[in-house]
């Protein structure tokens, strides 16, 4: 009786928009107590990241009536993730975030199911992402983000008249925060802006010139990098500096705070050191909270329907007073990750090592080191290298012939390629096309129905 009474309590506001209609549902939305328990049964939710952000992403999302949810990250929790990541404690550190922050939401949530994976999200196969109903971002790296953003754009099919497929749309909630400030966004790939169609919200990272450290420095900052990357080296020839050891990082304090006083510097500081050294953003628990909240409603709305989602952008800054203002972004018709996909035509002949040569050189590609799979089935794979010994023979066989001898369809490669002059792990669509083939196709096609 007592536990009836807590889920009537947890599911009370839940059922006010569940239960309900309302003149801000979606098309499809159908008020019902079904409508809670399909949730619970058929949506599938990935949390991508298990840090300040994904905590609370498990917890909101858990409390929200989500009850099939599993989660990513390829980090272990460390003392300084103590303060804001709230699933930690202080015997968890060493331990995979995923896998303890799955067993603690487990725990205080009763029926949900966590399903960690301690992993690097590139170690995951396409089909291993295509099972979700959505995917919810809590990263803070534009390069993870980027890489989840075409694994989720890869499944978008066309029409023939180049109009997205709604079955095929893979929803992403993105959620992002620095210091008192975050967004969080709506993408519907092929109908709402992608994440590479708005890559230009993101400044590109703060360098400094080498001369300008060595010779005159004019911030703190400039002092720490000149410990950092000059100093350190010169004193500890072939040592590997680690920023994660204490005593390397107080090196690196004391020597910043000697040149910040040579050159009449103030303001460096221990945690200063840290931040720079480590390009760490300071992170404010109640931030992670605020956005957090708007990406799991935003998360319910696209499940249940029961309200428009947000058009398409929201960004919040709790620096001076609360302010939240919505922005509705243009999608990229040219985007080459959310769009119909790069056309590449081929002769028949051509093998599928000529073909990956092709896309290291395409000006719109410039991939390197490609894997290749076809509707779900690896034609080649560059890694691990038991997966290479058993593709290598499909080098030598031609496109053509491993696609089916389909006329055109629509390839994966995987990849890396330069993106602000650091290599980057990509995924890019490709609709190949094979000239002179169609008829021939068509002939045989209507042959075998004969």
């Known amino acids: 009786m007592v536990e009836s009474t807590v889920q009537q309590s947890r599911s009370r506001d839940l059922d006010k928009l569940l239960l309900r209609p309302g003149n801000l549902v979606g098309p499809n939305f159908e008020p019902g107590p079904g409508l809670r328990e399909d949730l619970k049964e058929y949506v599938r939710v990935l949390v991508v990241g298990a840090g300040g952000l994904g905590c609370e992403l498990l917890k909101d999302l858990a409390l929200s009536g989500f009850r099939e949810i599993e989660v990513i990250d390829m980090d272990r929790i460390e003392v300084s993730n103590l303060n804001r990541q709230f699933l930690f404690r202080l015997e968890d550190v060493g331990k995979p975030k995923a896998e303890v922050a799955a067993r603690r939401v487990m725990q205080r949530v009763a029926g949900v199911n966590i399903v960690p994976h301690f992993c690097r999200i590139e170690d995951k196969e396409l089909d291993f992402y295509s099972n979700f109903s959505i995917i919810a971002l809590g990263l803070d790296s534009i390069e993870a983000r980027s890489y989840i953003n075409s694994v989720a754009c890869s499944f978008l099919e066309y029409d023939a008249d180049d109009k997205p497929q709604e079955e095929t749309v893979k929803p992403m909630v993105d959620g992002g925060t620095e210091g008192f400030q975050g967004h969080a966004r709506v993408i519907m790939p092929g109908i709402t802006p992608c994440f590479e169609c708005t890559i230009w ?54 020597e910043a705070n000697k040149r910040a006083e040579l050159f ?187």
């Open 201 to 254: 919200l993101f400044p590109p990272q703060v360098k400094f010139p080498l001369c300008t450290l060595a010779e005159t420095p004019r911030t703190a900052a400039h002092c720490i990098e000149y410990a950092h990357l000059i100093k350190w080296d010169e004193v500890h020839s072939g040592e590997a500096f680690d920023p994660d050891d204490p005593e390397h990082m107080k090196w690196v304090y004391d």
């Open 264 to 450: 009449g510097i103030p303001g460096v500081t221990l945690s200063l050191t840290q931040g720079v050294v480590k390009n760490i953003i300071p992170a404010i628990a109640s931030t992670n909270a605020i956005i957090s909240a708007a990406c799991a409603l935003e998360t319910l709305k696209i499940a249940s329907g029961c309200s428009k989602t947000l058009s398409n952008y929201l960004t919040y800054n709790g620096a001076e007073g609360l302010h939240t203002k919505v922005t509705e972004f243009v999608r990229d018709k040219d985007c080459l990750v959310c769009g119909p996909g790069v056309l590449i035509e081929l002769d028949a002949s051509v093998t599928l090592q000529k073909f990956i040569e092709l896309l290291e050189e395409h000006p719109k590609l410039l991939l390197s080191k490609a894997s290749i799979a076809h509707r779900g089935k690896n034609l080649y794979m560059q890694a691990p290298p038991v997966l290479e010994e058993m593709t290598r023979s499909n080098l030598s066989k031609s496109l053509y012939d491993l696609m089916g001898k389909i006329p055109k369809d629509v390839v994966h490669a995987t990849g890396t390629t330069n993106k602000n002059d650091k290599k980057t792990s990509v995924l890019r669509k490709l609709r190949v096309v094979f000239k002179g083939v169609d008829e021939i196709t068509d002939m045989e096609t209507a042959a075998g129905g004969a």
